[in-house]
């Protein structure tokens, strides 16, 4: 069925390293992507988005890729911080304002 | 700024019990959401709304009722409660200013155990 999913459920990262955390989607008519960290006890944060009509966009430290052609989308931390350890989750919005979610990878930021 | 706002924050509920979990914007988002997580699991979304008086289901509706009276409030009512509903519920809201989706903002989450 379409889903989507993600390659790594836990990922493990220096301090000053980047990290890269990848996520796949199977239908091709989504048009929106979105990034969300979730920190222990709280609801997700949105991070960054990117449109399909697009295949990069930066933030503040953070850049989202979207490759349509192998349906993958990733996000790239540079200079991983302790603070950047969390569970994080890509969604697609396939329908409407609903959004479907992975089920999340954990990064974990050694000092 | 207050957000989305989710009340209570803790709940424990005895099988067959109802509730009521309460949610609301001051964002004037026109697009709001329940999604329910359990552990090792994404998020998924149990019913929306895309205005007042406008509701429909999402993944997993069973054993849910919503109702959108306003555009600040979206309650989600637990009928019956069962232990599988034991969750952790999180409300979103998002706007569409021109009619593209932009990015949900979600509370702070609801923990319920039924027992």
């Known amino acids: 069925g379409e889903s989507v999913g993600l390659h790594l459920p836990t990922l493990s990262v220096q301090e000053g390293d980047n990290s890269i955390i990848n996520c796949a989607y199977s239908?091709?008519?989504?048009?929106?992507f979105i990034w969300y960290k979730q920190e222990s006890g709280k609801g997700p944060q949105f991070i960054i988005d990117i449109r399909s009509n697009m295949d990069k966009r930066q933030g503040q430290r953070v850049t989202v890729l979207l490759n349509k052609t192998v349906k993958h989308l990733s996000l790239q931390i540079a200079a991983t911080q302790p603070g950047d350890s969390a569970v994080y989750f890509c969604a697609e919005n396939r329908k409407e304002s609903t959004l479907t979610f992975g089920k999340g990878t954990m990064l974990l930021v050694s000092p | 700024n207050a957000g989305v706002t989710q009340t209570p924050k803790f709940q424990v509920l005895k099988t067959g019990q109802s509730m009521t979990l309460q949610c609301a914007q001051d964002?004037?988002?026109?697009?709001m959401s329940w999604y329910r997580q359990d552990p090792g699991m994404g998020l998924r979304l149990i019913h929306y709304?895309?205005?007042?008086?406008?509701?429909d289901q999402g993944e997993v509706p069973n054993g849910y009722n919503v109702s959108r009276s306003t555009t600040e409030d979206f309650p989600l009512r637990l009928l019956s409660a069962a232990p599988s509903q034991t969750s952790v519920y999180f409300c979103a809201s998002s706007s569409t200013g021109s009619a593209i989706l932009t990015e949900a903002f979600f509370g702070q989450g609801t923990r319920l155990t039924v027992v």
């Open positions: 709304s895309v205005g007042a008086g406008i509701t």
């Open positions: 239908n091709s008519a989504s048009d929106y």
């Open positions: 964002m004037n988002h026109e697009y």
